[in-house]
Every structure is written in C-alpha cells, then in structure tokens.
C-alpha cells in the first residue's frame, strides 16, 4: 500500500490563506486517486476534496470556489491550497488514497490508505 504524510497545517485568522501537502511513498503514486478530508472537535469526519488520476476534481459545496486541489505525480504529492479560511474550516486534515475516484467522495468509509492529518486552526 502507499503511505501519506500531511504536512502545512497551522494558526491562521479568517480571511487568511494556508497549503497543505500530502507526499507519498510506497507505491505508484499515479495510480491512485487522491482525497482530502477534515474532522473538527466533536463532528464526524466529512469529505473535503478529490482528484483522480487525470486531474478531475471535485469539492464539497463548503469549500467550491475557496479551495483548490492539485497533484505533482513527479513529486508523489496531492495539495490542498484554501484560501478565504473561515473558522469553522478549523479541523484535522487528512488525505486519503485510493484506486477509484468515486470511492473516495461516495464511500469514504471504504478507504484503508489515510495520512496522520494535520491541524489547522483559523481564529476569528
């Protein structure tokens, strides 16, 4: 299986801007879908991002227009660029991998392959 670790969480104020990076080892990156996810204090964990092995994304309607997700396959890495943070995007973020990209939004309790998240605070 491939292993993800996430990286670029951090305190930042509303309005404010923050990339998370998610790299790769293991297997081949490429062949893999990619997802992000996040779990804030007392809620359950709820989709965020995904992009398949061509570059398809899709986002949840929290985030369309404010986050972006992207992959370098040279780098083993998938990012999460959010702008326009808002509070209540305050969570762990996690990636996820998996081989079909409609798993990855549609049965997120089917993935097996996830990152050790990274924190993000935005203070108001």
């Known amino acids: 299986q491939v292993q993800l670790v996430e990286s670029g969480g951090g305190l930042v104020q509303a309005g404010g801007s923050l990339r998370l990076s998610c790299a790769a080892s293991?297997?081949?990156?490429?062949?893999?879908?990619m997802g992000w996810f996040r779990q804030a204090p007392g809620k359950e964990r709820e989709f965020v991002a995904a992009i398949s092995r061509n570059g398809v994304t899709r986002y949840a309607d929290s985030v369309k227009g404010r986050f972006t997700i992207s992959r370098a396959d040279a780098k083993n890495t998938v990012y999460l660029q959010m702008n326009s943070l808002k509070p209540e995007d305050t969570a762990v973020y996690y990636c996820a991998a998996h081989y079909s990209f409609a798993t990855i939004f549609s049965l997120p309790g089917d993935l097996e392959v996830w990152g050790q998240g990274t924190l993000v605070t935005v203070s108001s």
């Open positions: 293991g297997r081949t990156f490429s062949n893999y879908a």
